[in-house]
């Protein structure tokens, strides 16, 4: 099958053909019909992030189940799955309270460069390759463990699915399941690629007011408006505290952080008033710290979470945001952008780097 490998941070993925393993016991193969290009691989592509190579990268996917391993119970042969970068075991702690993002087995997954067992299914000329967080799904095909697929209607768009598995769960899920009672309550959203722009969706299902999103492309914060932005600030043009004061004589009660460097997080406190909460679910490079000033932390009850994924129980939160995408309760056909064929996945990644409006996915093999 064609793949996008990556073999060394700071180098163009290359299209290969890679020889993929039969699913084994509790694994499932699938035909990939869409994938995300996500900010997160493009980590790992300048080394940002650390990951064994070569890799095969994407983790942001949606495809048909081809064929499933013995003992598989949770899909079947002809079932539409959205991928899962972080499984669930449905026996620790985190899985049994509902927190699933937390689950060991993502971790497993992301050091050893393999499923669940540690092991790839992935070769090229006889040299093994690795997994990118148990999915690989930047391929014709993939096979993933059973616990890292949940299954959704296929009358739903492929690349709509693809980005409702990352982009879409991190950022409304940020919004509906840790910013509780911001109905009402302002909120500035620092960052409007797929994953901000995901949580503005949200923030207006919930009811925030106003809503406001922060970035420095001019097409990124039109289409945030389109989303349900209320205002919008450019802060490569103007200084964000000023036009807060300007926009709402009340400080914002949350402030989400969506890009991941430390500039953005630090902004972020800044901005919120006192009581108020910052969410952090953008990634930054490793070992990247913020300063956090000690006395605002405490004198005026400030607030720093992160949040992992959404903070969502994926196999419950996934079909439910489906179903409002059905009901036109959250518009994520809107979210796309531009459509890539495999081959052109360079371009896509080119294209994220300079500031590309929507998420933009990869069509491996067809229609999105």
């Known amino acids: 099958m064609r793949a996008a490998v990556l073999r060394r941070p700071g180098t163009p993925l290359t299209i290969e053909d890679v020889d993929l393993d ?3 016991p509790g694994e499932v193969a699938v035909r990939v019909l869409a994938a995300g290009v996500c900010h997160s691989d493009l980590h790992y592509m300048n080394g940002d992030l650390q990951g064994r190579l070569p890799a095969v990268l994407g983790h942001e996917g949606a495809g048909v189940v081809e064929r499933v391993g013995a003992g598989v119970t949770r899909v079947q042969p002809g079932d539409t799955v959205i991928t899962l970068w972080r499984p669930r075991c ?7 309270t509902g927190r699933p993002a937390l689950c060991p087995l993502g971790k497993v997954q992301a050091t050893s460069g393999g499923l669940p067992d540690g092991t790839s299914r992935l070769a090229l000329n006889g040299e093994k390759v690795h997994h990118l967080m148990g999915v690989s799904c930047f391929a014709e095909k993939c096979v993933v463990s059973e616990r890292s697929v949940v299954a959704v209607d296929p009358a739903v768009p492929p690349a709509v699915a693809a980005i409702t598995g990352c982009a879409v769960v991190t950022g409304v899920g940020a919004a509906l399941n840790v910013m509780e009672d911001v109905a009402g309550s302002g909120v500035v959203v620092i960052g409007a690629g797929g994953v901000g722009l995901s949580a503005v969706m949200g923030l207006r299902l919930v009811g925030a007011n106003p809503i406001v999103a922060v970035d420095t492309v001019d ?5 945030a408006l389109e989303l349900g932005a209320t205002h919008t600030i450019n802060a490569s043009t103007h200084d964000v505290a000023e036009e807060l004061a300007r926009i709402s004589p009340r400080p914002m009660s949350w402030a989400l952080d969506a890009v991941g460097a430390p500039q953005t997080l630090q ?7 006192t ?10 490079k490793v070992g990247a710290t913020v300063p956090v000033p000690i006395n605002p932390l405490v004198q005026q009850e400030k607030r720093l979470i992160g949040s992992l994924y959404g903070s969502a129980n994926t ?14 309760r959250l518009p994520l056909d809107k979210l796309l952008g531009e ?8 371009e896509a990644y080119a294209a994220l780097s300079r500031g590309a409006t929507g998420r933009a996915v990869i069509l491996p093999g067809g229609e999105g």
């Open 339 to 346: 459509q890539y064929e495999l081959s052109e996945i360079n």
């Open 22 to 24: 039969d699913p084994g």
């Open 267 to 273: 902004q972020a406190f800044e901005v919120v008033g």
């Open 219 to 223: 097409t990124k914060l039109d289409k």
């Open 90 to 96: 449905g026996e620790c702690e985190f899985c049994l």
């Open 315 to 328: 196999p419950v939160d996934i079909p439910k945001l489906i179903d409002l995408f059905k009901a036109g």
């Open 275 to 284: 009581g108020g909460t910052v969410v952090a679910v953008g990634l930054g």
